[in-house]
């Protein structure tokens, strides 16, 4: 039962096709999800990626709620999800996906190295963006694509830092850096419980400070985290 949902879930992505969700038939728990993540993420390996860094997800009080849990959840971030800063995403690569402003630690001897503003591309492969908490756990927490700006020390007041996402130079959302988990700092010792592991050179992702965005067609992003600064990317036509 894991391979087979891994497999599809794999299918969905590679042939950018939404799936239906799974249902209570296929007795997904939290558990089983995250052993369908490790073979999906194993999938990928198996085609040449490299694991480069984890995600945390349901990070803010918000998606929390709107999930009904409350319980951070994981995902592994690839080499081939990488974005560079100010890169263009393809869109014909992704299924409906959108963008949520991040913060990005550098890990390094399990602690913090450095901090950069970010941009988390995500992209259920589920239809409409509807699942359960296991099924989105199975699919990689909905990981996609990440762009990462410039890295620099952290600074002492990082939990409570404005972040501004922009789309075509307009406003589309507003936030601070308080939304995840109350101080970013905290996704470190949360990715560690959860993850098992953290390596040496790898992004962790700690969370999303506001509501995602859909990406549409030839949309520049550009994500501003104050005394972090910019990072941005565009979307294909
Ligand atoms: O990174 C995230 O917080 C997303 C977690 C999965 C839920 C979603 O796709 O919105
Ligand atoms: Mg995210």
Known sequence: MIDTIAA??????????AL???????????ATAYQVQD???????????????????????????????DEVIWGRLTDAMH??????????GHIHPKVEPEVAFLVEGGAIAAVAPAVELIDSRYRDFRFTLAEVIADNTSASGFVVGPWQPVPDNVDNLGVLLEVDGRVAQVGS???ILGDPRRALPEAARLAGELRDGWVLLAGAATAAVPLTPGAHVRVTVEQLGTVSLRASA
């Not at 599809?8 to 096709?17: H, P, Y």
């Not at 694991?51 to 999930?67: F, N, P, Y």
């Not at 974005?83 to 014909?92: A, E, H, M, Q, R």
């Open 8 to 17: 599809r879930l794999d299918e969905a992505a590679v042939t950018r096709t």
């Open 20 to 30: 239906a969700q799974f249902g209570a038939d296929a007795g997904l728990d939290v």
């Open 39 to 69: 073979a999906l993420v194993a999938r990928r390996v198996g085609r040449g990626e490299a694991v480069v860094g984890v995600k945390l997800g349901l990070t803010s009080r918000a998606k929390m709620t709107q999930m009904g849990v």
């Open 83 to 92: 974005i560079c800063d100010g890169g263009t995403v393809d869109l014909s």
């Open 177 to 179: 850096t308080a939304a």
